[in-house]
């Protein structure tokens, strides 16, 4: 059974290395799906009129931390909404060869939200779902970093790309063959690389890292 210690971590470098590899492409289907779960400061619970005593929001949302930018074609599902949105979530990236999950640092969120998708994907899916497409990294636990290399993985310029021959993956019924990771250090690392790079990273502000 998948846990958070046995779950694989990708690179800020890496993770660049294949979006920039992606934009190059001449395909429009998306083979990298990052989702985003820090939280934001909209409260889910508004307190009702004339009520005496203001309702106080989730502690998720307490501290919203979904500022300052977010990686470029990331998907925003705040953590608190997971537990509903994660089964439609495991249908919509069915196709999608790579997921990756972070919130700012993916020391919980993160993690937590790709072992919900791991096992409601298991769920659906059955536990014959296809998890072989790696980046050359096998074992768990281990982080897919720019200088590690695999057999049937191309390297260009800008470093690691996708599997030679390797389609679609679809698998029918059972969805295509996937790989799920976290990223090393969330956002917090990756905006001190990549913030200022526009074809990385969207609505920086850095003001707010300084």
Known sequence: METVATLDRISRERLSSLLLSQQKTLSTASKIAIIDVRDGGTPLHPTPPNSPTPLTPPPSLSHP????????????????????????????????????????LSQQRGPTAALQYLRERKRVFGDDAPQSFRLGVGDPGRSATAGEGGEGV????????????????????????????????????????YGGDERLTEGWVREIWE
């Not at 998907?75 to 999950?101: G, K």
């Not at 993956?169 to 001190?192: A, H, I, N, P, S």
């Open 65 to 104: 931390d979904y500022i300052g930018g977010h990686i470029l074609t990331s998907t925003h599902i705040p953590s608190q909404t997971l537990p509903d949105r994660t089964p439609s979530l495991v249908h919509a990236l069915r196709d999608t060869r790579i997921v990756v999950f972070h919130c700012a």
């Open 154 to 193: 191309l390297v260009g310029e800008e470093g690691a790309e996708f599997e030679k021959g390797s389609g679609t993956g679809e698998t029918e019924g059972r969805g295509g063959e996937q790989e799920v990771y976290v990223l090393d250090g969330g956002f917090v690392k990756w905006q001190e690389k």
